[in-house]
């Protein structure tokens, strides 16, 4: 079975599932993600796309002209996220050598881009946040202790003048740090690290291994499969990941 798209609308507490709603048109029927559609609410009180759950048992989502679907709970395990959004990056920074291969230029493109989106903006808000705490601190400080210099403003404005230098001395190096740091990770991404290779050899083959389960039915109890059938779902299952953007998917 093709994979179904969709959007995650409704997510459990407890993160162990979601509900998903249909993207294409033709997976609104489809049982994957409903557990009945169609439902008419005689005095609507939803908006349409609306989300809700009754006593947490059952998830509804509303529809146009006061119908209803009633969302299936899907396990999480068996949701992943679409990785054909890196297309058009790989597109744009795509090289001629080596075409087949995932290409080191173009993952470090990627990764800059994700620097200067993700990381650029909340470190620059930590070091706002910090220089408005330093300036208040010290603006608070200075008022405490020089209360007693009023008889020698000379030396009151050095004092000022010197702890206000040395303050600002200290965030703009703060700010030089961050963004030398941030230029690093952009030029340089660092992968050398056991815990990402350690990732990246579970997450290799994680969607192959999720469709198997699938097909196979392995969380159902007393299933059994003979010969043929099993060769016939492992066709199946190969064909499909043999026509899948699997650079995508291994890059994401």
């Not at 808000?125 to 008889?151: F, G, Y």
């Not at 009151?156 to 702890?163: A, H």
């Not at 740090?177 to 340089?188: N, P, T």
């Not at 969607?207 to 159902?220: F, H, K, M, V, Y």
Request: charged content about 30%; overall charge negative.
């Amino acid at each position: 079975q093709d994979d179904v798209r969709g959007e995650i609308v409704h997510m459990s507490p407890t993160g162990l599932y979601a509900c998903v709603d249909f993207v294409d048109e033709k997976d609104h029927t489809t049982e994957v993600l409903f557990d009945g559609i169609g439902y008419v609410a005689t005095e609507p009180d939803f908006e349409e796309d609306e989300v809700w759950s009754e006593d947490g048992t059952r998830v509804f989502i509303g529809r146009a002209g006061g119908h209803f679907d009633s969302l299936r709970k899907i396990p999480c395990s068996r949701i992943r996220t679409d990785p054909s959004w890196l297309q058009d990056k790989m597109d744009i920074y795509r090289t001629d050598d080596l075409a087949c291969f995932v290409n080191v230029e173009m993952f470090q493109n990627i990764v800059a881009e994700f620097v200067q989106e993700d990381w650029l903006p909340p470190c620059h808000k930590l070091v706002d946040s910090l220089e408005t705490i330093l300036t208040e601190t010290l603006k608070q400080t200075l008022q405490d202790q020089l209360s007693s210099t009023k008889r020698f403003p000379m030396l009151e404005k050095m004092l000022e003048s010197t702890c206000h230098r040395v303050a600002n001395d200290l965030i703009a190096n703060a700010r030089k740090q961050v963004q030398d740091h941030l230029d690093m990770e952009s030029e340089h991404p660092y992968t050398q690290d056991e815990v990402i290779l350690q990732g990246m050899n579970r997450t290799r083959f994680h969607s192959l291994r999720r469709d198997l389960e699938l097909q196979l039915r392995l969380d159902q109890e007393g299933v059994v499969f003979d010969t043929q059938a099993i060769q016939a779902i492992l066709d199946r299952v190969f064909g499909k990941h043999e026509t899948a953007n699997w650079m995508a998917e291994h890059m994401e």
